[in-house]
């Protein structure tokens, strides 16, 4: 069976640092990972996803994440945070035998202080 | 285009009850997936359907259900409630049955007394 883990309930950074949002997976086969981040009170955005191909995937506002397959590992990065920034952000994995179905990581509060 | 929708957006029941909610996709897409979402269990998936065949269902009770028109819009149905259901639920749409990224709806949060 297929797992995600997000080890930090949260991480606090400044605005204008660079950002990282950490998330392991565990999957048979290749992996299709995807971030996506919620706001208050609204549905999951999408932010970025890695199918194959170059190891670092850019996505939206931004923000990047670096695959790797050695670490099994897809840590979501910024290079300068913005106080906007400060949301959940959740890290999934869809294995490709299971249709559309992401298995979903517990999820990262990230706080970005003035 | 319109973005995925979801109605109502907020609902009180009772136990016992049952409630359906309903979710339209984005236009052209045939993939609709519900999910719940809780503060102790997370993200969890219910059920997936393409082009009204169900594809795929998680680890939920019976009393879950759902189903999928002609036109792709999707209902997903809860009975007989219990306290634990409340929860925002979450649907979510693809282009294809695979590959494509899934555009998520804003929920419906249900509450259950």
């Known amino acids: 069976a297929q797992s995600v883990a997000q080890p930090e309930d949260q991480v606090n950074v400044a605005e204008g640092n660079p950002l990282t949002v950490k998330c392991t997976y565990s999957?048979?086969?290749?992996?299709?990972l995807f971030w996506y981040v919620q706001y208050p009170n609204r549905g999951l955005q999408f932010l970025l996803k890695?199918?194959?191909?170059?190891?670092l995937v850019k996505g939206s506002y931004g923000f990047e994440a670096e695959f790797n397959k050695s670490q099994t590992s897809f840590h979501l990065k910024k290079p300068s945070a913005l106080v906007s920034d400060s949301a959940l952000y959740f890290c999934?994995?869809?294995?490709?035998?299971?249709?559309?179905?992401?298995?979903f990581g517990g999820g990262t509060r990230l706080m970005v202080k003035p | 285009k319109a973005g995925v929708t979801q109605t109502p957006r907020y609902l009180i029941k009772t136990r016992g009850q049952q409630v359906t909610l309903s979710c339209s996709p984005i236009?052209?897409?045939?993939?609709v997936s519900w999910y719940q979402q809780t503060p102790g269990q997370g993200l969890q998936f219910l059920f997936e359907y393409f082009s009204e065949t169900q594809r795929n269902k998680g680890n939920f009770p019976g009393r879950f259900s759902g189903r999928q028109f002609s036109n792709s819009r999707s209902e997903m149905n809860v009975s007989t409630l219990e306290l634990g259901d409340s929860a925002l639920y979450l649907c979510a749409s693809s282009l294809e049955m695979v590959r494509g990224e899934q555009f998520f709806g804003p929920g419906t949060r249900l509450t259950v007394l």
């Open positions: 999934a994995v869809r294995d490709n035998n299971a249709g559309n179905m992401l298995t």
């Open positions: 236009s052209g897409h045939r993939s």
């Open positions: 999957v048979s086969g290749n992996p299709y």
């Open positions: 890695y199918i194959t191909g170059d190891n």
